[in-house]
C-alpha cells in the first residue's frame, strides 16, 4: 500500500524551477532515503508535503490526500522534525514536548518517558538554555513518542553526539517495525545506508536515480586492495577498472561489478599475497552519478 505517492511535482520561484517534475513513491512500512546535497531541492519537496508552500503543477498525496487541500487532516497522522529546530524559549524542554504530543490528540506518557530517557534528555530546563542537539531531542521525542504513520525527517541528526544519532536509528528501526512509514533526508550518506531501504538521489531539482541499495549498487564499483608475490601488471588494460594507485607494491583500484570475475582471474595469474574488496558504499555511488551526469552535460555542451 502507497502512503506518499508524488507525481510530476514542480515547483518554481520566479524565474527559478527548485523541482522539476519530481516523482517520489513510499509504500507503508518502509524507510525512504531521499538524498543530495544542499540546494538540490530536498526541502522544497518536504515543504509542499507538509502543506507550507504550494507545488506550480504536479500532484502530491499522502494517506490518498491531497497535501495542499487536506493539510490539516493530513498532519493528524504524521510527524516531521526539520534540521533546525527553533522552540518556545519560555517554555521547558517537556511542556513543548507535551504540547507537540497533545496537538496529534493522542498521548501516551510512558512512551514520551521512554524516550525521554533513551535520549538522556533533562525537560525540566527552559528552552532558551538548551544547545542545537537539546533542541533537536526535543522535535525527536515528539515525533518517536506520537501515533504518527508517516515520519518526516529533514536532516535530524545535526547536532546530536554519535551515541544519539545511534539511538536515532534505533528508534527509526523501531518505528519499521511497528509498521510505520519514514521519508528520511539527509546528505550524511552513511546514515542513510544503514537505515533505508530504498533511496531516491535528488540533483538540481530532479531525481536522477532511485531504488533499493542493492539495485543501486549494481552500477557502482566496487574497491579491492592487492598485493601480488609477483609484480602486477596489465590492471590499466582491463576493462571496467579506475582509479588505480600503487604504493609499497600494493594495488588499490575500483573495479565495475560486471567485470569483477575476469579482473580476479587476471591478478591470480600473479601469486595473491592479499586481497581485500569492500562493497560501494553509498558516497560512491552518490559521486559516480554526478561524475557521469557532469561528463555527460559537459558532452553536450
Known amino acids: 500500500m502507497s502512503i506518499l505517492v508524488v507525481e510530476h511535482l514542480t515547483k518554481k520561484f520566479g524565474s527559478f524551477t527548485a523541482l522539476d517534475g519530481v516523482n517520489m513513491e513510499l509504500k507503508e512500512g518502509e524507510v525512504y532515503g531521499f538524498i543530495g546535497p544542499n540546494g538540490a531541492g530536498k526541502s522544497t519537496t518536504i515543504r509542499i508535503l507538509l502543506g507550507i508552500i504550494k507545488a506550480t503543477s504536479g500532484s502530491a498525496k499522502i494517506f490518498g490526500k491531497d497535501v495542499w487541500k487536506d493539510a490539516v487532516e493530513i498532519h493528524k497522522r504524521v510527524a516531521y522534525v526539520p534540521g533546525d529546530v527553533h522552540?518556545?524559549?519560555?517554555?521547558?524542554?517537556?511542556?513543548?514536548?507535551?504540547?507537540?504530543?497533545?496537538?496529534?490528540?493522542?498521548?501516551?506518557?510512558?512512551?514520551?518517558?521512554r524516550f525521554i530517557e533513551l535520549f538522556d534528555f533533562d525537560p525540566t530546563k527552559k528552552c532558551r538554555a538548551y544547545s542545537k542537539g537539546n533542541r533537536q531531542k526535543v522535535a525527536l521525542i515528539a515525533a518517536f513518542a506520537s501515533d504518527a504513520d508517516l515520519f518526516i525527517f529533514?536532516?535530524?541528526?545535526?547536532?546530536?553526539?554519535?551515541?544519539?544519532?545511534?539511538?536515532?536509528?534505533?528508534?527509526?528501526?523501531?518505528?519499521?517495525?511497528?509498521?510505520?512509514?519514514?521519508?528520511?533526508s539527509s546528505h550524511i550518506l552513511s546514515e542513510v545506508e544503514k537505515l533505508c531501504d530504498r533511496v531516491g538521489i535528488i540533483r538540481q531539482g530532479k531525481i536522477i536515480e532511485t531504488g533499493s541499495l542493492d539495485e543501486l549498487r549494481y552500477i557502482t564499483r566496487s574497491n579491492f586492495t592487492v598485493k601480488t608475490r609477483e609484480t602486477l601488471s596489465g590492471l590499466d588494460e582491463l576493462e571496467g577498472v579506475y582509479h588505480i594507485e600503487e604504493k609499497d607494491g600494493e594495488y588499490s583500484f575500483q573495479v565495475d561489478s560486471e567485470k569483477i570475475d575476469a579482473v580476479i582471474r587476471h591478478i591470480s595469474q600473479f601469486g595473491v599475497v592479499k586481497l581485500e574488496s569492500s562493497p560501494p558504499t553509498l558516497e560512491d555511488l552518490f559521486l559516480r552519478h554526478y561524475e557521469r551526469v557532469g561528463k555527460q552535460e559537459a558532452g553536450d555542451a
Open 87 to 113: 522552540l518556545w524559549p519560555n517554555l521547558t524542554g517537556g511542556e513543548v514536548i507535551d504540547i507537540l504530543l497533545k496537538m496529534n490528540g493522542k498521548y501516551d506518557k510512558k512512551k514520551r518517558d
Open 154 to 184: 529533514d536532516e535530524p541528526t545535526t547536532g546530536l553526539d554519535p551515541l544519539m544519532e545511534t539511538y536515532f536509528r534505533q528508534s527509526v528501526l523501531e518505528a519499521k517495525q511497528e509498521g510505520k512509514t519514514v521519508l528520511f
